[in-house]
């Protein structure tokens, strides 16, 4: 298994985890700021939070907050971001490296404007 920083911005760090070829990402983001914006087209992305509550927005409309401990799965072609609550972890899987290279720009748009106005 090999543990891997791979971005640090104001948002937070992105940590990624090789487990039997599935890839783990970590995502270490303060209170405010938002993350995603993407689709992935085949994959359903898991996540789970380990510390902290964060707002998933599911093809454009809030799903609820969810706490530590909380998981939720997220179907494929399903564009999708999140906004922190306060400062916390989540951990997704399931969407391959490829897949989440593709961004949704309606949703990335909105996670820009969110972090631009932002107070970190």
Not at 65 to 82: A, Q, V
């Amino acid at each position: 298994m090999i543990l891997e920083k791979i971005n640090q911005d104001k948002r937070g760090e992105i940590w990624t985890l090789m487990i039997d070829d599935v890839e783990h990402t970590f995502l270490k983001s303060y209170k405010q700021s938002a993350r995603g914006g993407c689709i992935h087209r085949f994959s359903t992305e898991y996540a789970v939070v380990l510390k902290g509550s964060v707002e998933y927005h599911v093809r454009g409309k809030k799903t609820r907050d969810y706490k530590k401990g909380e998981s939720l799965s997220i179907k494929p072609n399903c564009p999708h971001y999140f906004v922190a609550l306060e400062d916390s972890i989540t951990m997704e899987w399931g969407a391959s490296p490829e897949e989440k290279k593709e961004r949704y720009p309606r949703w990335r748009k909105v996670v820009d404007r969110i972090n631009e106005t932002a107070n970190y």
